[in-house]
Structure formats: C-alpha cells, structure tokens
C-alpha cells in the first residue's frame, strides 16, 4: 500500500492510499493519483515499491517533474523526499511493513470500519477474480484501430523566416536526439516523428525547400517503421489473448501502453485496465520469460 500526502496550489492538503505496488500521477482518468489537467501532463509520474525502496519516472517534462525542487528522469525517492509537479507537492510512503511489534514482527493495526470494510470488499474481490470471462479480457478492444499521430501534421509556430529557422534547427536536434533513444525508450520514438515534422514546415516557411522535403521523407519512413511495429505488438497481444499465454499477454501490453504513452485514447485505458486485471489474477508472470 502506498500513501500519498498532496499539498495543492490552493493550499488544500489532501490524503489518498493506493493498494497496490505502483501507481501513476497524472490528469489521465486512469491515473491513481488524479491532478487537474492544468497542473500535469496524462500521466506525470509512476511511482513504483520496490524491494530496496520507491522508485519514480518522470513520464512527462512538462512542467518538469520534480523531487525536493530538482528535475528528475527515474530516481529513488528517499524517506521525506517530495514529488512536484507544477505547484502541487506530493509525499510518498509506503505503509507495508510498518509499526514493528517486538520480535520484529510487523504489527498491523485495523480500526473497526477497516474490519467491515475488508468483509465487504473480500467477497467482493474474489467475485471479480473468479466470477469474470475466460478470456482475461477486461472488456472487448475498441474497434477502431489506434492511430499514434494526428492525421494532419503539425505546423510551424513561426511565420517570419528567420525566426522559423531558428525552431526548425531546434527541433531538427531534438527529432534526431529521440531517435536515436527509441530503441531504448519506445516514446522518444513516437515523439521523434513530430518533432522531424515540426522541423520541416519550419524550413518550408523559412524558405529552404530542399531540407524541408528531405525531412518530411524522414518522418514518413519513421512513422511507417514505427506503425509497422506497433501493429506487430498489437497482433502479438491478440494471439497471446487467444491462446490465454499469459506471459505474453502482459509483455506486449506493457509495450503498447510505451507506444501510447502520454495519449489520451480509449485504446489505451482498455490496455491499462488490461494490465491491472492481469496482474490481480495472476502476479507479474512476465518477468521470468523475458
């Protein structure tokens, strides 16, 4: 269990405990801890209880995610350590384990409405384990197909040449910096795709014809390569869901919960409940086939 202490910008504190090993800051509907959208990105933060302590991910820099004032990537967060996210302030702790009895037994203490809580929820739980489709499906796919980009590519944010220059240069590095990270972090590659198609309608607008045409190819073989490996990954979930692999199942859900990361579509909120009900019924069983 996770407790999470939130200081917001208007000043109210508030207190939300997370049973479960893991949870996402964001304004997404499926994040577990749920910020307003003019305060964080979809999904901000993944905070993580691992056996040697908690680990956060900045899933989104902007505003830059931040602990004890400084930007982070990944970093452990160390007891008194607080999350930021624009202005709101966010303590963690996890409460697994704590209240040490003698004999160094863990104590656990339950007031009498966690008691009547835990006897309503218990059967409750076991009804949705138990009682629910033999596909582990936690509802049929959307239909429609996901697409990862706008179908209309982004334009320049300048109109004057010299000044569009200057952000087609700037994007230009950026696109190939993430490029060269995708094989390492799949978003960088999503992203690297706008960012080469930014970059050339700024040197269309800034009059340099040639480069501009020359990146837009870039970025039409990169969507295409990119394209090609997600609906691989889709296709690969489809046939583990058919054949109940269940390993499978949560290594190419967690895959293209990378492809659609920071999206708002309905594909991907039917991946993240994939991935919980999955990991309810059956642990990580995925580590161990990698």
Avoid at 261 to 266: L, Y
């Amino acid at each position: 269990m996770l407790k999470f202490d939130i200081r917001h910008p208007d000043g109210r504190a508030e207190e939300l405990r997370i049973e479960a090993d893991r949870a996402l800051i964001g304004s997404g509907g499926h994040c577990e801890i749920r910020l307003g959208v003019d305060q964080a990105a979809l999904e901000h933060i993944l905070v993580t209880a691992t056996p040697t302590g908690l680990m956060a991910e900045a899933r989104s820099f902007q505003p830059p995610a931040t602990v004890n004032g400084a930007p982070f990537t990944r970093t452990q967060l160390v007891p008194g350590a607080i999350l930021g996210v624009g202005y709101t302030q966010i303590a963690v702790t996890p409460l697994e384990g704590v209240g040490q009895a003698a004999g160094g037994q863990t104590e656990k203490k339950r007031s009498p409405a966690t008691i009547a809580m835990a006897i309503l929820i218990i059967p409750l739980a076991l009804f949705v384990i138990f009682d629910e489709p033999e596909d582990d499906t936690v509802a049929a796919a959307p239909e429609e197909a996901p697409v990862l980009w706008k179908e209309e590519p982004p334009t320049c944010p300048q109109a004057g040449r010299e000044q569009a220059l200057s952000v087609a240069q700037d994007k230009l590095g950026i696109a190939r910096s993430k490029q060269e990270r995708r094989p390492f972090h799949v978003p960088d590659g999503v992203e690297s795709v706008v960012y080469y198609e930014t970059a050339a309608a700024c040197y269309k607008v800034g009059g340099d014809e040639a480069q501009a045409k020359a990146l837009a190819k870039v970025a039409a073989d990169l969507k295409k390569d990119i394209d090609e490996d997600f609906r691989t990954h889709r296709v690969r979930l489809e046939h583990a869901m058919s054949t109940k692999n269940v390993p499978v199942m949560q290594k190419e859900v967690r895959v293209l919960l990378a492809f659609t990361e920071g999206q708002d579509m309905e594909y991907r909120t039917w991946l993240a409940n994939l991935e919980r009900r999955l990991k309810l019924k059956y642990g990580d069983v995925s580590k161990g086939n990698q």
